[in-house]
């Protein structure tokens, strides 16, 4: 009886041992199932979803793409790309001059304050006019030439019940016909009078008069000596008398400063020659036509000017001109009003905008020349980091309030329920366009804003999971579990962080990975309508809100639709992972 229990209870213990014992590495091998910790059964579940095994490649994926490609990349994220290439460019402007235009003797007053006066007091009939303390008189020499005198005074004249007593200035001698002019202009009222070719003046003074001989200070008028030589001395003088040689048909040459000058008539435009015969040179150019260079390191010839109003009189598009190697170079000529342009091509560094891809730039270039999939990777970086940082700020917040409401209740509760209700009820899309704008207004930098951005995605988002937290511990602190913990003594905060949140952990984890989705698809919302991400820093959204005309949305697809399905890619990405940690947390799913 002995023996066989003996052998009865090996066999026993010999079946004991073999039943524990399993050499298969399978993790759906029974037996192995048996012994395995929670963690294990969580990843065992996890791994067995083939959807989110894919979200969770797709996440490494993005990971790899935005910060280690960026790194790779040989370009920088706002570089921007040239290369040379021939574009119109304007090249000179033309006035069809319709102002007056002054041109003053060196010593004397007259200013651009002075000139006003002066088209003021033309504008009004008036022969006289002051600037300053200074006594100005307008002398129309024709049609739109007028010269301006000053009057410097030369006696003093007293007229009592017609009898006229004329006192001279020390050194100034008054001729007979003089002072009989001079009576004669204060009877008629006149203020100027002339006396063999010269201009006088009257003006009262109190009860007598002054009496004063003019000087010329300035020339008026509406034409335009252009100079042909930097060192054209283009004075009071030389105006003047180039004026009245062009306006007398007969002239075909005028003195000025001494110098015999050759004067060319051709249509509204006059060539000045200084010198003679084979030393002739040109001077200036003499039109109603103010010709002018873009750029300060352009200087027009006469011959320029000359083919140039040549083409303006008969109306012509364009205009050939040798350039400086005697290559004919066309240029074209456009009217705005009373303005003309001229443009040629011109080789100059453009920027590479909305190239095609190519092995250079596999994605292309956008419209500020800068390389697409270089944005993209620097963009990624920056959608991804706000989604992380904002699900870690929000659930910080929601767990500390909805753990404090969960666990205390009563009045706390009630206080942070209401607070949540607020939160709640505040217009998020309105509140952020707010926001933008005040940081448009401050001028807030793109660096700094994203911080912001961060801060009140944060800040708008921890009620759902304050809510999440909260009901779950409501139902957690009834348990034997915390009956034991606060009959061992342990703190209160002790109680909620170390023992009732860690049981909410696997909910947090769900709900932060279903959430990360959400706030990239806000961040490159906001991206898109201006109020994230501001350039030149990229993320996904303001990538896509480059793209506003449907002519570069059907045309240059290689700018916003990889960045749209970046985003895509991402957002499913992360809800395959959080419906995988869902249903792997779930104890109710199989074995």
Not at 184 to 210: C, H, K, P, W
Not at 361 to 387: A, E, F, N
């Amino acid at each position: 009886m002995t023996d066989n229990s003996n052998e009865i209870t090996n066999k026993g213990k010999e079946l004991d041992e073999g039943s524990h014992i399993s050499s298969s590495t399978d993790l759906g091998d029974e037996q192995r199932v048996k012994v395995l910790s929670p963690g294990m059964l969580v990843v065992k579940r996890f791994i067995r979803n083939r959807l989110a095994i894919l979200g969770l490649v797709i996440i490494l994926f993005m990971f790899l793409f935005s910060f280690l490609g960026g790194v790779l990349s040989p370009y920088d994220e706002t570089q921007v790309f040239k290369h040379i290439g021939t574009m119109s460019k304007e090249y000179a402007s033309i006035t069809h001059n319709e102002v007056y235009r002054f041109t003053g003797l060196q010593e004397s007053n007259y200013t651009g304050a002075a000139h006003s006066q002066f088209v003021l007091a033309r504008n009004a009939g008036k022969d006289t006019f002051s600037s300053g303390e200074d006594q100005y008189y307008i002398v129309e020499e024709a049609d739109e030439l007028y010269r301006i005198f000053t009057s410097v005074p030369i006696a003093t004249v007293l007229n009592f019940r017609g009898v006229t007593s004329i006192n001279p200035m020390e050194g100034e001698v008054i001729s007979t016909e003089l002072a009989s002019m001079a009576e004669l202009a204060i009877n008629n009222r006149e203020a100027q009078f002339m006396v063999e070719d010269e201009i006088y003046t009257i003006r009262q003074s109190g009860r007598e008069y002054i009496l004063g001989r003019t000087e010329p200070v300035a020339v008026e008028t509406k034409y335009i000596v252009d100079p042909a030589k930097a060192d054209a001395n283009i004075d009071y003088e030389f105006t003047y008398e180039a004026e009245k040689a062009f306006r007398d048909g007969d002239m075909d040459s005028f003195e000025a400063g001494g110098i015999r000058y050759g004067m060319e008539r051709k249509g509204n435009l006059a060539v000045i020659y200084s010198g003679e015969g084979g030393n002739r040179e040109e001077y200036a150019i003499f039109s109603r036509l103010s010709i002018q260079p873009i750029s300060q390191d352009v200087f027009l010839t006469v011959d320029f000017k000359k083919e140039l109003s040549k083409a303006i009189e008969n109306r012509e598009r364009s205009f050939l001109f040798p350039d400086s190697q005697g290559n004919q170079v066309e240029y074209e000529l456009s009217r705005l009003n009373n303005v003309y342009t001229v443009k040629t091509e011109t080789e100059t560094h453009l920027i590479s905008i909305h190239e095609q891809p190519s092995w250079d730039h596999w994605l292309g270039t956008d419209k500020h020349g800068m390389d697409v999939l270089t944005r993209l990777m620097y963009g990624g970086r920056i959608s991804l980091t706000i989604g992380f940082i904002v699900v870690l700020l929000e659930s910080i917040l929601g767990i500390i309030m909805g753990g404090l409401a969960g666990y205390f209740g009563k009045w706390v509760d009630m206080v942070i329920m209401r607070i949540v209700d607020v939160f709640n009820c505040i217009p998020f899309l309105p509140l952020l366009i707010i926001l933008g704008a005040v940081m448009d207004q401050l001028e807030v930098a793109p660096q700094l804003r994203i911080y912001f951005l961060m801060l009140i995605l944060g800040l708008m988002s921890w009620p759902g999971i304050a809510r999440m937290v909260r009901g779950q511990i409501l139902s957690l602190r009834e348990q034997e579990f915390m009956l034991a913990a606060e009959a061992t003594g342990i703190s209160v905060s002790r109680r909620i962080f170390k023992h009732l949140v860690p049981n909410v952990v696997p909910q947090l984890i769900v709900f932060a990975t279903m959430g990360l989705g959400s706030v990239i698809l806000y961040e490159s919302t906001l991206s898109f309508l201006g109020l994230g991400v501001k350039f030149p820093l990229a993320s996904w959204g303001n990538i896509i809100s480059g793209v506003s005309t449907a002519y570069e949305m059907t045309n240059f697809w290689f700018v916003w639709i990889p960045a749209g399905m970046l985003i895509l890619l991402t957002v499913l990405g992360f809800n395959f992972v959080g419906d995988g940690l869902r249903d792997a947390f779930d104890p109710k799913m199989k074995r």
